[in-house]
């Protein structure tokens, strides 16, 4: 299996409702960071956080990480029907790969 | 405005006809990527460079070659194309392997 593998695989929520998203990785990393991808688009770089650090937050999003546990989580509070979205998780994995997982993809129902 | 441009947006082409699909970035970035994406198996990297004349293997090279003649261009060609290699294209640059900013994609469908 992938390093980084997102959980749950969709998620479908109603707007306002909190959105929490996991991601469980196989070796050990420097960082952790999570995309969001609108519907066929590319990328878009959301947040990184360190292998010191245990929690970030950036705006409506928080991402905690538990090196521990080798896992992510990714809450978006308040969600809004533009948060609707495949968010990803990604580590590097050797020396200069960026490994991604396969994504949770989440719907706000309005 | 900063951003990556990739050309063309969506490709039809038949087996075996060599493409090459083109990618620019404005930033100044060094590292510069290639995935493709397709249902049930996320993003797959199938070329990274470092820098100019650096390149190196990703997780699905097979089939693919790129140069990187000038920082800014990371080109991506198929010298004989197949079906499965009908996928989205995403090509990504960042100042190292972190943050990177992706292009809009390239649609292929290889007949």
């Known amino acids: 299996s992938q390093q980084g593998e997102e959980d749950p695989q969709a998620l479908s929520i109603q707007e306002g409702e909190n959105a929490t998203m996991n991601c469980s990785y196989k070796t050990s990393i420097n960082n952790l960071q999570w995309y969001r991808q609108n519907s066929g688009r590319g990328l878009v770089h959301l947040i990184l956080?360190?292998?010191?650090?245990r929690e970030k937050h950036s705006g409506r999003l928080r991402v905690t990480l538990d090196t521990s546990k080798k896992s992510s989580s990714l809450l978006i509070t308040a969600s809004r029907a533009a948060d609707t979205a495949s968010y990803f998780c990604a580590t590097v994995q050797g020396a200069q790969k960026l490994v991604f997982g396969q994504g949770t993809r989440l719907t706000i129902n309005p | 405005e900063a951003q990556v441009t990739q050309n063309p947006r969506y490709l039809i082409t038949v087996t075996g006809k060599k493409l090459t699909v083109t990618c620019s970035q404005n930033?100044?970035?060094?590292?510069m990527s290639w995935y493709r994406q397709d249902p049930g198996l996320g993003l797959r990297q199938i070329y990274y460079?470092?820098?100019?004349?650096?390149?190196d293997k990703g997780d699905v090279p097979e089939g693919y070659k790129v140069s990187r003649k000038e920082k800014r261009n990371f080109p991506l060609i198929l010298e004989s194309p197949s079906p499965n290699q009908t996928s989205l294209y995403f090509c990504?640059?960042?100042?190292?392997?972190?943050?990177?900013?992706f292009g809009p994609g390239t649609r292929l469908t290889v007949t």
């Open positions: 956080i360190r292998s010191n650090e």
């Open positions: 990504a640059s960042s100042w190292d392997r972190h943050e990177q900013y």
């Open positions: 460079s470092m820098n100019v004349e650096v390149t």
């Open positions: 930033m100044n970035h060094e590292y």
